[in-house]
């Protein structure tokens, strides 16, 4: 059984790729993307339906070369497109992998939920289920929808790795699309559906940032400038890494789950809390308050996020 308290941080900057990706095998085995921590093949909208036959077998190959390589590799995830195509793809091609760590679930709101439940329970792989339907984007439904998917999902909670959300879907719905100096925090009407989703989920799982669709130029364009702001306020709204769409976005994913050796030593602080008399105490550093029944939880995700990601640099 997995470590799901680490292993839902892990999963960090989750590069999304088509299931045709076959170079995907040389950069890993070459070690030039240092920063993945995890890979999505993708199944579902990057394949059309009349690939999509094709598209599994080209993935088999992969899976299958994948497990052959001798190297330390990024966690595996595939994307399908349904219940009936997860419990097809998984008896033919994801029961036989030995480095698949689960699948991805696409647009899943009440209407199919049960029959992902029912499946996920008999794989026993990890899920991520993905939120972008308009039953969840739309206000006259998103609060039941939210409430009674949490309660669902709630039954496999052991085996949920991440929340996942669909912000192009989101956008696309009001034919919306933010532009390069803009975050999805801009978006008002998106903003409201992530925070709603953050609301109802965030207490119980790891909820993952949006994808940032731009990725050409230098490092110090403007595609990074726009990516490294929206990563601070994901992290400041509650989202812990991101859906990348190119490996140069990675680096800047990675570097935004490091934490500051102020927080850290606050964490083992609060979480090494001695005294039976106070429930309050300066900072390590003597710059702010530190109250262990406020500040316990948010000690836990600093302390596996240092761990896991290591410390930023100070300026």
Known sequence: MFDKEVLQYKVGGLLYMPAFQKNIVEKISQNKLPHLNSAAFCLEDSISDDSLEAA????????HELEHLDCKLPLIFVRIRSPRHLEIFHEEIG????????YILPKVDMSNVGGFINLAKEINLPIM???????????????????SLKQALDEIKSIVLNIRVGVNDFSNFYGLRRNINQTIYDIGVVRDVLIDILNVFAKDYVVAGSVWNYFNGDNGGAWAIGLKRELELDRANGFIGKTAIHPAQLPFIFDSLKVSQTDLNDAKQLLDWKSSTHG????SDGSRM??????????????????????KEEP
């Open 129 to 147: 289920p993905t939120l972008e339907s308009e039953r969840v984007a739309s206000i006259a439904t998103r609060r039941t929808e939210l409430i």
């Open 56 to 63: 599994e077998k080209s993935l088999q190959n992969i899976l």
């Open 280 to 283: 309050v105490m300066k900072s």
């Open 95 to 102: 029961s036989c992998s030995k480095i698949l760590t689960g």
């Open 290 to 311: 530190n109250e262990v029944k406020c500040h316990l939880a948010w000690a836990k995700r600093i302390k596996i996020l240092g761990e896991l990601y290591g410390v």
